[in-house]
T-cell receptor
Framework: NAGVTQTPKFQVLKTGQSMTLQCAQD?????MYWYRQDPGMGLRLIYY???????DKGEVPNGYNVSRLNKREFSLRLESAAPSQTSVYFC???????????FGPGTRLTVT | GQQVMQIPQYQHVQEGEDFTTYCNSS?????IQWYKQRPGGHPVFLIQ?????EVKKQKRLTFQFGEAKKNSSLHITATQTTDVGTYFC??????????FGKGTRLSVIA
């Protein structure tokens, strides 16, 4: 099992460009999450999907959209990237809402 | 404001010394989780505590959940260089499934 996979690993965008971060899990988990991690800020939840077909805002949703494509895949979209969105983005999943979460390797995004 | 406070922010210890990080919440938590993140890596789940006053051990790591379920601690006995990383506590808060503390970064001097 690969666990949680994320693509791409690194990305550089110019201000105003758009992109989609992909996440997939092969553990048959119901819930999936997107976090961002900034130095000294810990992990902050952007959006989550408690189950297939549902999505909800987390602590810092502004500037992002998500799609739960199916049970395996949960994507994060930046429609118009801003320098403030420079961060490391982690996808995570768990079998039951709020149980132990399994994290992907992360995407390091720089917006210039 | 920060719902889950974690202290200290940084800790430097000599190899073999003990280390403790503390996590505090202003409200009662239904459970608390601890994660470890190695430099350049992703967070890895360590443990979940659910019961008031619960104490769990994993080899040299001891986790405690306070009686009021508002605080928790992680204690490492006789640190090793493999313990280097950032330790995060996390708990459910309102409608947010998990809110993370800012973490304690541990460095171990050999």
């Amino acid at each position: 099992n690969a666990g949680v996979t994320q693509t791409p690993k690194f990305q550089v965008l110019k201000t105003g460009q758009s992109m989609t971060l992909q996440c997939a899990q092969d553990m048959n988990h119901n819930s999936m999450y997107w976090y961002r991690q900034d130095p000294g800020m810990g992990l902050r939840l952007i959006y989550y999907s408690a189950s297939e077909g549902t999505t909800d805002k987390g602590e810092v949703p502004n500037g992002y959209n998500v799609s739960r494509l199916n049970k395996r895949e949960f994507s994060l979209r930046l429609e118009s990237a801003a320098p403030s969105q420079t961060s490391v983005y982690f996808c995570a999943s768990d079998s039951h809402f709020s149980y132990e979460q399994y994290f992907g390797p992360g995407t390091r995004l720089t917006v210039t | 404001g920060q719902q889950v406070m974690q202290i200290p922010q940084y800790q430097h210890v000599q190899e073999g010394e003990d280390f403790t990080t503390y996590c505090n919440s202003s409200t009662t938590l239904s459970n608390i989780q601890w994660y470890k993140q190695r430099p350049g890596g992703h967070p890895v789940f360590l443990i979940q505590l659910v019961k008031s006053g619960e104490v769990k051990k994993q080899k040299r790591l001891t986790f405690q959940f306070g009686e009021a379920k508002k605080n928790s601690s992680l204690h490492i006995t006789a640190t090793q260089t493999t313990d280097v990383g950032t330790y995060f506590c996390a708990g459910p808060w309102g409608n947010t499934p998990l809110v993370f503390g800012k973490g304690t970064r541990l460095s171990v001097i050999a």
